[in-house]
């Protein structure tokens, strides 16, 4: 096919009026290239929309909660080393960068060899001291302070923890929220709250589903069954510990509501719906959580990363994996910690009910995704929004359709882009090629002359050749003449000489 100019212009009119840029999240791409959409920083959450910690971000906050070397020595953890020369050589440190932490001490005076002559005991101590002090906190008032910034990505029942250690805070401002947690008078009072609370959920659970009893008593057979297979699943519902506290409330509420509709008797039906919302659905999460920590004497370290780790980004399966949904790309979204617990294996038409705001927030985090794709942040995520997209169709039944134009028609711009300059080369490498073929032609007409010339050369050449034998030939033979001339002449020299002797003789 001929290529010209004109075909040019003309692959380059396709519509690019429909074509935009990647959207733009009024900051700058990160330098760095990303694998995996939980990497990537200050995504928000598909359910609730707030931003995520990223794992290298939750790292870095809990860092940020690491004692100073004076706060962390008089720690009551470190209180047994006391009377060690390690605790003395770390004190003695410690008075000259009391904000350092012990750690970056003891880094540093390993850098100028201050322990070089220590004994091995000694040495061995410092280490599990700094160990230690890894595990420690800032004061909880500090803590507290620290945490606002991400209390937005936390879930209801983290939030009620801290809400509680802030309380205990103002009491024991001096003591960290493990130091706090792990108080007999703390722990006491927890426990029995969570005690009292759960056996006043039970008692309120027995006398509500005693009371719907009484109320279908007076139904048909049939409406009976339904009411006792709701009940069944509302229970199923409230003894599921992995489920949030306000979801519960959703689907038991959903399953008497639907009750409602599948009974003849619409008026009991009603009236049991109205009994059902007595049923308790509140998880005791935070002081069941106060509770844990105290018993397993966790330390600050892994207390404050319990409660932290509710904004971590995590990867969503939208077919659940309890549905045989797979650990692929296609298959994923990215969720803060809490909001994937919340959303468990609940099937996404009827989660959409209790969340209806995931679907424009869905849209925003793809949009995001696509803008790191297009802009070659994200490794081999070139087929992720048509097939996330797709994914989602089939598992919200048609409910959640992410708009992904932008995506197509950015790539669509690009091949445009690649094509139009594919084209242009084309058409320059051919007038290249047609400059090239002619000079060929001639160069091949003049080489032939040439040749033509070389031919002649050649046959004057081998006359030259021919003539040179001869000649060279003829030399050898007077050569072979000369010598014999030379031979007979010596010979009759020799006999004239001789001659001359004979004529001499008297």
Known sequence: MQITKASIIKQQSIKHQNVSLPPSFGYRLPNDTFEDIRDIPKLHCAICGEAMLTQDDLNEFLLGFRPNSKRALNSKAISQYKDTNAYIILKELSEKSPNKRLNKIVKEAEEKNIFEKLDKDTIKDIKKIVKISENLSIRAPQAIKRFEKIRPMLGKEKNEVLDMLEIYSLKYPDESFSEIIQRPEVFKYHYNLKEKNEKAISLKKIKTLKKIKELSDTMSISDKRKVQVANNNAIEKINNVYLKTDIKQFLIEDI????????????????????????????????????????????D??????????????????????????????????????????????????????????????????????????????????????????????????????????????????????????????????????????KLKETEKELEKIMQQVRELKKTKARYIASLENANQNIESYENTVTKAKEELNNIQELNAKDDILDSKK
């Open 301 to 438: 370290h892994t207390i404050l990363k319990i409660i932290a780790e509710d904004a971590l980004s995590t990867f969503e399966h939208i077919k659940a994996k309890s549905k045989n949904g797979e650990d692929i790309k296609s298959n994923g979204i990215a969720l803060h910690k809490h909001c994937n617990q919340e959303r468990s294996n609940i099937p996404y038409p009827i989660f959409l009910k209790y969340k209806p705001e995931m679907k424009s927030n869905i849209q925003k985090q793809i949009s995001k995704i696509i803008t790191f794709i297009n802009r070659d942040k994200l490794k081999e995520y070139d087929s992720y929004p048509i097939e996330v997209k797709e994914t989602l169709i089939q598992e919200t039944n048609n409910k959640i359709k992410i708009n992904i134009k932008k995506y197509i028609n950015y790539k669509a711009l690009q091949s445009q882009n690649k094509l139009d300059r594919a084209l242009a080369s084309l058409e320059e490498n051919k007038k290249k090629y047609d400059i090239a073929d002619k």
């Open 256 to 299: 008497y509501t639907n009750l409602v509709k599948e009974c003849t008797d619409k008026k009991t039906a009603r009236k049991i719906l109205k009994e059902s919302k007595k049923l308790p659905y509140k998880n005791d999460e935070a002081n069941k959580l106060i509770v844990d920590c105290a018993k397993a004497n966790y330390d």
